[in-house]
Every structure is written in C-alpha cells, then in structure tokens.
C-alpha cells in the first residue's frame, strides 16, 4: 500500500512538472549542479528561480541536481542561475554573496567548494569590480533597451494633454513596437523582475489606446499605463529627473497618476478644462 501511494505521488510530481513545462513556450531544458541540503532549499530554489510561464526549477536535494526548463526567447540559464545565487544557493556558473549565504537557516547552509572558497578569498577586489562593472554595463544596456519605451509614453502623455486623439493612438502603436522589441535577457535582474510584472498590463494598455482615437477612452488606459511605468522607470538609470504628479479629479474623483519630465502640471486627464489640476508627488532621480 505504501508502495502505491509513493508511486501515484511520483506519477501526480512528474504530471504537475509536465504541464508547467507545457506552458512554457520555445522551451530548452538544461540540468546543472546547485548546492543546497534539504527541503527549505529546495523551496528556495525553486521559488527563486522560476518565473511564471517564463522558467521552471526542479531541483532534487539528493543528487543536487536541478532540471531548468525556460522560454529561450524571453530568458536564459544563466538569468534563472544568477537569482538563485542571489537567494543563497552556489551553482558551477554562479556563486551567491556571502552575507546571503551566512542569513541562511543552519540547516541550509551546505559546505562550499574549497576550491571556490579559495578563489573568491584571493581575487575578491579584482571580482567585485568587476561585478560593479558588470552591473553598470548591464544597467546602462537595459535603460538604452527602455529609453524608447518611455519616450513614447511621453509622447502619448504629451498628446493627451492636448487631447489629440489621433497622435495618442498613433505613438500609443510607437511604444507597442518599443515593447516588442525588448530583450528581457539584456534587463539588470532588477529591471528584469519588474518588467515580468508589468509587461502583459504594458501591452494591453498600448494596444487599448491605439484601438481608439476617442480621448477619453484612451485617458481610461494611460491611468494603468502610468501605473506600471512609475514601477518601471523606479528602477531603471533615467539620465533626466521624472515628476510623479497626480489629479485628484480623474477617475471620478479617485484620483490618477502620470509621470512628467517636467515639474510644471499639464494634467493629461483633463486637457485646456483643467490644465493646470494637480500636483507633484515625487521626484525620480
């Protein structure tokens, strides 16, 4: 009987990992070394590096070996490796910061590799460097990748405030192609993180606004457009400072947000009836 529930639970494992992958489109499966002890690190693990509809780790606390299935189009083994180390767990790519590693519980802190202990010890300057460096050069990559994405939100922004509704659905096509043409691969991992999050909701809201040319309908979409662009640019290099400015009419007295290169009110809601409505309610710098 034991042997029977042990099999269907092994069959009811394989099914769920099946149907994940199944998900999954452009799918590549590579299997790699993770470093980890018991149960909490296999949560862990997994969690950190899976990504809904994006990637999937199933790692065995046994053999040490983790299975990665992702969406080669929209990410890469190396991606999936870097925000596991970044929880706590060394791979044969990545090794995790040791401040990270020492927050882990007792039980999960597996031994490191002397070999690697050694080598992180006698070159830690000249590797810290180049971290910065690589974060820098990764940063600097991600925000070019963005500037486009931004600079038509701007434009439709700009359009709305002159309720112009054709200019509106005209740049809202421009920041669609901007969207596409992003590669998730070439984000920094905090970049990245966020635009998993907002991207579907970036895309829809895009294609709302080019569908009309009425104003108002498009100004109904720039609310949640604005919202996931405020989570965006928080976390991306802008060369220039952002206003973060608010209406506390729009949306039927709700209030509404939207992000300005300029510290002067033009409120997109309301156009010339109430161009001068609202305020700044941060500075992005």
């Known amino acids: 009987m034991e042997n029977s529930i042990k099999i269907l639970m092994a069959m009811f494992i394989s099914m769920s ?3 994940c ?10 299997t790699v070394k993770i470093y980890g002890n018991c149960e909490i690190c296999e ?8 990504l809904k509809k994006v990637a999937q780790v199933d790692w065995n606390k046994d053999t040490k070996m983790a299975s990665i299935t992702y969406d080669s189009s929209k990410t890469t083994k190396d991606e999936v490796l870097k925000r596991i180390a970044l ?18 519980a007792d039980c999960c802190q597996y031994e490191r590799a002397k070999k690697q202990g050694d080598y992180m010890s006698m070159d830690h300057s000249r590797m810290q460097n180049a971290k910065e460096e690589m ?6 990559v991600g925000t070019n990748q963005l500037q486009e994405v931004f600079d038509n939100y701007f434009a439709i922004k700009d359009a709305l405030v002159k309720t112009d509704g054709n200019t509106a659905s005209a740049k809202a096509t421009e920041l669609s192609a901007a969207i596409n043409a992003v590669k998730m691969n070439k984000l920094s991992m905090d970049v990245h993180m966020v635009w998993m999050k907002v991207l579907e909701e970036l895309k829809q809201d895009a294609e709302h606004i080019t569908e009309t040319k009425d104003a108002g309908l498009q100004r109904d979409h720039f609310m949640t457009l604005s919202k996931n662009m405020y989570a965006l640019i928080k976390v991306s290099k802008f060369e220039e400072p952002v206003y973060y400015q608010f209406c506390p009419m729009a949306n039927d007295g709700l209030g509404a947000n939207w992000l300005s290169k300029e510290d002067t009110i033009k409120n997109p809601y309301y156009g010339s009836q109430m161009l001068s409505c609202g305020s700044t309610v941060e500075t992005i710098k």
């Open 21 to 30: 992958n199944a998900q999954i489109k452009n799918s590549k499966t590579e």
């Open 135 to 140: 974060k820098m050069q990764t940063a600097v």
């Open 43 to 50: 949560s862990t693990i997994e969690k950190a590096g899976s």
């Open 87 to 104: 929880a706590g767990y060394d791979s044969e790519s990545f090794y995790a910061p040791n401040d990270t590693y020492a927050n882990l």
């Open 17 to 19: 990992f099946t149907v």
